[in-house]
């Protein structure tokens, strides 16, 4: 039996741990690294051997495949064999930020096993400071997944991280908390067709103020994007979706733990925890993830989550909470 080997962890501003990071993910090994969105877990996209490490340290399966993380536009370019207006115009308006693209790709630049054997590529030029140095620093696009276990809560810091992936990763970069708290927004770009896939970090509506309204996703068995299966992001509590916690019958409260949205007083759950204390969307989808994580390990024998009003991050957090309730 393998020994377990207790995973680095360094602070993010420290630019020595910085380019040790980059050093592990260029000579084929995986990091934890922070973003805006999510902790992800990178290794170098050109390196088949180092993405199948994200894969067995996840406990992935194959066909789900990886957002890969660029410096720009122009890094972009290199990676996509076709690039459409659209995808120019959105580019240009959100990145760096939480916005991914899929696009068809340069099959001589991009390995078939961090496309899950897609024709088409996910890109993400991310906008948080020690993200954009580790991408300075390694000199090579990164391929990264959120860095938990597969189908498990996203972490949103570097003890989330930790708590899933210890001994199985070679480092962790430590950036505080994620202040967005949800993964990016993805959106198809085929030709001038473009098509969301999934509602994330940047709303619906900033996309389509600038690229025009966005068509419903392609329907597929095969996932076309990150963390688009029906079920993931769960928690191993079992996660009842209610439009409202008070719905939920009072035989049912007992023992049972309570997700609001807004804070508000409501009786006979044993844990009651809210998102937001005055109903902020973005305070809501910052701590979604670690709202889920703390009662996850609360005792309690269901968790009732509100839905979210389904208008800018509200898509996002449903979209989660959906995933997460999915049996």
């Not at 940047?202 to 600038?210: D, M, Q, R, S, T």
């Not at 839905?307 to 991050?313: I, Q, S």
Request: with cysteine; charged share 20%; aromatic share 4%.
């Amino acid at each position: 039996m393998r020994p377990h080997v207790v995973t680095r962890r360094a602070s993010a501003d420290d630019d020595s741990a910085v380019k040790e990071a980059a050093r592990i993910i260029r000579r084929g090994g995986i990091v934890a690294f922070p973003t805006e969105t999510v902790y992800g877990l990178g290794a170098d996209a050109g390196n088949p051997e180092a993405a199948a490490r994200i894969f067995e340290a996840k406990e992935r399966p194959r066909f789900d495949p990886l957002i890969v993380h660029v410096p720009g536009k122009a890094d972009a370019l290199a990676l996509a064999s076709v690039f459409p207006r659209t995808a120019h115009r959105i580019a240009d308006a959100f990145w760096p930020g939480p916005l991914t693209i899929v696009l068809p790709k340069r099959a001589d630049r991009v390995p078939d096993i961090v496309t899950a054997g897609l024709p088409t590529v996910a890109l993400r030029s991310p906008s948080h400071p020690a993200t954009r140095k580790l991408l300075a620093a390694a000199g090579c696009p990164i391929a990264a997944p959120s860095a938990n276990r597969f189908g498990a809560v996203s972490p949103t810091t570097a003890e989330a991280v930790i708590e899933q992936l210890d001994g199985r990763i070679d480092m962790v970069l430590d950036g505080g908390p994620c202040p967005i708290g949800v993964e990016s927004t993805i959106v198809l770009c085929s030709g001038e067709k473009s098509a969301l896939l999934r509602p994330g970090g940047l709303p619906l509506e900033e996309i389509e103020a600038v690229a025009g309204p966005l068509e419903a996703p392609p329907a597929s068995l095969i996932p076309q994007a990150p963390g688009s299966l029906p079920r993931h992001y769960a928690p191993r509590t079992p996660l009842f979706l209610v439009n409202g916690a008070d719905e939920v019958p009072l035989e049912d409260r007992a023992g049972a733990a309570a997700l609001l949205f807004a804070k508000r007083g409501i009786s006979g759950f044993s844990t009651v925890k809210a998102l937001s204390e005055h109903g902020d969307m973005r305070e809501a989808a910052a701590n979604l993830f670690s709202a889920l994580a703390q009662l996850d390990v609360a005792g309690t024998s269901a968790i009732y989550a509100e839905r979210a009003p389904e208008t800018g991050l509200g898509r996002a957090i449903n979209d989660r909470l959906k995933r997460a309730s999915a049996r």
